[in-house]
């Protein structure tokens, strides 16, 4: 088991910026390939970034290409998401799993609204 606890939304104004954190408990989560989703009212749950257990390689999905940053410490067991130039479509409940995500994984997520 991979405990993870995300933190760090709210609500900011269009143009604004975040850092969500994701806190994972035991060693093991230094070997996962960790990710970000996002789930909006109404929408499916969606890949948002990920990255590679050493921290070397990343990939983001094109909605957030170039404004987001994906991160981790893994002394700390925590990932990281930097959200720059947040847009109004970027409002959604933000998760972290493991990825390919496994269903057991899920936690209550951290709410980011964009509005002004």
């Known amino acids: 088991q991979v405990p993870l606890v995300e933190s760090g939304g709210g609500l900011v104004q269009p143009g604004g910026s975040l850092t969500l954190s994701c806190a994972a408990s035991?060693?093991?989560?230094?070997?996962?390939?960790m990710g970000w989703f996002r789930q909006a009212p109404g929408k499916e749950r969606e890949f948002v970034a990920t990255?590679?257990?050493?921290?070397?390689?990343?990939n983001y999905a094109n909605s957030v290409k170039g404004r987001f940053t994906i991160s981790r410490n893994n002394a700390k067991n925590t990932v990281y998401l930097q959200m720059n130039s947040l847009k109004p479509e970027d409002t959604a409940v933000y998760y972290c799993?493991?990825?390919?995500?496994?269903?057991?994984?899920w936690g209550q997520g951290t709410q980011v609204t964009v509005a002004s």
């Open positions: 035991g060693r093991a989560f230094r070997s996962y390939t």
């Open positions: 799993n493991v990825n390919p995500p496994l269903a057991s994984y």
């Open positions: 990255i590679m257990w050493s921290g070397g390689r990343t």
